[in-house]
């Protein structure tokens, strides 16, 4: 069983950065790929961006594209997802996942593990 905790959530007015990182437990053939997914309230899940464990190719939504950067620590097993130019609609939780296959999928179907999610706030 893959552990997953996102960290690095926060308040940050519009225009700033944050950056957040997902710590995995472990590294196993179970997780491949790692997916930062958002969920504002009263809306549906949706992908943010997405990254493979091996090959570093990356995914990212048309909406954070020129915003956000996805990044990988395969020494600590760690995710980064760097948050620039943020805007109020970036307000969500935001949660990290992983996915048995290498490749970055957009589809929250395609990931097995998912964290708790950690917070991120953007004041207008």
């Known amino acids: 069983q893959v552990q997953l905790v996102e960290s690095g959530g926060g308040l940050v007015q519009a225009g700033g950065s944050l950056r957040l990182s997902c710590a995995a437990s472990e590294r196993t053939s179970s997780c491949n790929a790692m997916g930062w997914f958002r969920q504002a309230p009263g809306k549906e899940r949706e992908f943010v961006a997405a990254i493979s464990w091996s090959s570093g190719l990356k995914k990212y939504a048309d909406s954070v594209k020129d915003r956000f950067t996805i990044s990988r620590d395969n020494a600590k097993d760690t995710v980064s997802l760097q948050l620039n130019s943020l805007k109020p609609e970036d307000t969500a939780v935001y949660y990290c996942?992983?996915?048995?296959?290498?490749?970055?999928?957009?589809?929250?179907?395609?990931?097995?593990?998912w964290g708790q999610g950690t917070q991120v706030t953007v004041s207008s």
């Open positions: 996942a992983c996915r048995k296959g290498s490749a970055p999928m957009a589809s929250g179907y395609e990931y097995t593990y």
